[in-house]
């Protein structure tokens, strides 16, 4: 195994430019019933009045494409105090950045051109959909004199119905806005950043080329803060709820606790916690919910994944009278191809907003946060499983002492992952084998844990990596990555340079998809080797801060560079 460990630790470039050249359209006049008005303030236009939406919802970077659709539109952003353009080297690595940004601050964006920019980056917003991410993707679209012609335009596919796009972004976004007229373009908006927030989606908004620069009377004043009316539980239907598991659970002699991924979209990581210390019962957390749960926490037992759950997890989850499981998705992934040996009378689902006990009965509009600090104040303490846990646990074994010149093990590379892993760091897994050896690492507290389990798209984790690392500045990321990965979205470790982030990437050089070939193995699994320091050196340039090195052998890895 050949693994190239790249530290980015980069300084401002000499040129601060983010590549976008000037735009020389003109733009439309306002129409004539606001003559006589007073004048608007330069910064009365539709495409700031959009920068001071992103920017109080707690939007400081906005990862972009320039393209002719959205010049305008990028000047008006970048004029905003308090909002940074990140210039992406592609439209996909954006939209995974945006991705990874909304995992540490709660919502990302990003912003490309019409069709041509949309269409690229339609995949990494699927996948913060399938994540429940609120990415908020703005494209810059037609002039708004072009709707209801029969003109075709460059960027399309060559007929003169623009909505393409937006029909393609209706599957994969929960609002979907074209702003093509002033006089509503501010209720459009907040309507869609709004959506986004409350349904924590991605969303679509479209601005047309030659408005982002018309100042309107809308946007003269500063924007009145999101009010978002939060959701509440029927206080009928959530008591019957607690009532029913409380009861279930109460009767059980071993029961456990299993977290979910939708732990996070439901804000209720927190009253998990809270219900584990109350009950002492075991936890466990699904493959796609790792770092949702401490796991320093001392009723903590690992990850339930079926057949290759953490050592001993399995017996206990598998053999317990009754299990709450918090926020699953039981896919075929975390399920291990549908081949989980529980039994549904034995279970208790609490989703977001629901909550089903056994084979029945099943309580809609119940918070899982609320539902979960409920329960724990009516749950008996039940430390029963935990300690048949805690009789059959077995340490793990000490690696075996590797020669010096040896090549590298998986399990011996991850053996010092581990030992760098604290509080200020965040780790970033890849799709692939790196899912598998990242679940076997322990997670100090505090330290993030993320990766994308139920989309799965290769090529990920570069773009996650430097939208995390953006939105986290406190934190050292460290992503480990297959070279088959790597290949698909390399180019925007340079943007990692060029913003002085300091993330260290694990290349992990199987020679191909290692994972596939587990599935199903041949030739097309093999990929062309690169010399990747070489390739990230020649992406450094001289300009900032970044090492590389290849390592081969424990002995080389041990060694200073």
């Not at 990028?74 to 080297?89: F, K, M, T, V, Y």
């Not at 937006?166 to 309507?191: M, P």
């Not at 793990?396 to 892993?421: D, T, Y």
């Not at 995390?468 to 290949?487: E, L």
């Amino acid at each position: 195994m050949d693994t190239s460990i790249i530290d980015v630790n980069s300084e401002w470039p000499a040129n601060n430019d983010v590549g976008c050249p000037p735009c020389n359209k003109s733009v439309a006049a306002l129409p004539s019933e606001h003559a006589g008005v007073a004048p608007l303030a330069p910064s009365s236009t539709l495409g700031r009045h959009l920068a001071r939406r992103l920017v109080e919802v707690g939007v400081s970077d906005v990862f972009s494409v320039p393209g002719d659709f959205n010049l305008t539109l990028l000047d008006h952003l970048l004029a905003e105090p308090g909002l940074n353009l990140i210039g992406c080297c592609n439209e996909l690595n954006a939209g995974y950045a945006a991705d990874g940004y909304a995992r540490s601050r709660g919502v990302g964006a990003c912003a490309v051109t019409f069709t041509v920019g949309g269409l690229s980056i339609i995949n990494a917003i699927a996948g913060a959909y399938s994540e429940n991410l609120p990415v908020i993707c703005i494209v810059g679209g037609p002039n708004s004199n072009d709707y209801g012609t029969n003109r075709i335009l460059h960027h399309t596919i060559g007929v003169p119905d623009f909505s393409q796009e937006y029909r393609c972004f209706q599957t994969v976004t929960c609002a979907q806005v074209i702003v093509n007229h002033l006089d509503d373009a501010q209720e459009r908006i907040d309507y869609a950043i709004s959506t986004a927030l409350i349904e924590s989606k991605p969303v679509y908004i479209s601005i047309s080329c030659n408005l982002a620069a018309v100042q309107h009377p809308t946007f003269s004043r500063q924007p009145v803060p999101y009010c978002l009316s939060p959701r509440l539980s029927n206080p009928k239907s959530l008591e019957a709820a607690v009532e029913a598991t409380a009861e279930f659970l109460n009767a059980a002699v071993k029961p456990v606790l299993v977290g979910g991924p939708k732990m996070r979209v439901a804000k209720a990581k927190n009253a998990f916690v809270e219900l584990a210390d109350a009950s002492g019962y075991p936890v466990s957390v699904m493959p796609s919910a790792k770092g949702q749960f401490p796991e320093t926490h001392p009723h903590f037992i690992g990850t339930y994944w079926g057949a290759i759950s953490t050592s001993f997890c399995a017996e206990i989850v598998e053999s317990a009278d009754a299990y709450l499981f918090a926020g699953p998705i039981l896919n075929d992934y975390s399920s291990v191809g549908y081949s989980l040996l529980l039994k549904k009378e034995k279970a208790i689902i609490v989703q977001p907003n629901r909550v089903t006990v056994g084979n029945g009965p099943s309580f809609g509009c119940v918070l899982m946060k609320d539902f979960l600090e409920a329960l724990a104040k009516k749950v008996k303490r039940n430390p029963t499983c935990l300690e048949n846990y805690r009789r059959i646990f077995v340490p793990e074994g000490v690696l075996l002492k590797s020669a010096p010149n040896e090549p590298l093990r998986v399990n011996v590379l991850f053996k010092h992952i581990q030992g760098i892993l604290t509080n200020e760091t965040a780790v970033i897994a890849e799709t692939g084998d790196s899912w598998f050896n990242c679940q076997k690492l322990k997670l100090p507290e505090k330290c993030g844990y993320e990766f994308q389990m139920q989309y799965g798209s290769i090529g990920w984790s570069v773009g996650a990596t430097l939208g995390y690392a953006q939105a986290t500045p406190d934190k050292r990321v460290i992503a480990c990555i297959g070279d088959g990965s790597f290949q698909v979205t390399v180019q925007d470790v340079s943007t990692m340079i060029r913003n002085r982030q300091n993330p260290i990437i694990f290349l992990i050089n199987n020679g191909g998809y290692t994972i596939e070939v587990e599935i199903h193995d041949g030739p097309y699994n093999v990929i062309k080797n690169w010399n990747y320091t070489g390739l990230v050196d020649a992406l450094h340039n001289g300009e900032g801060k970044c090492w590389t090195t290849k390592k081969k052998t424990l002995w080389r890895l041990l060694k200073h560079p």
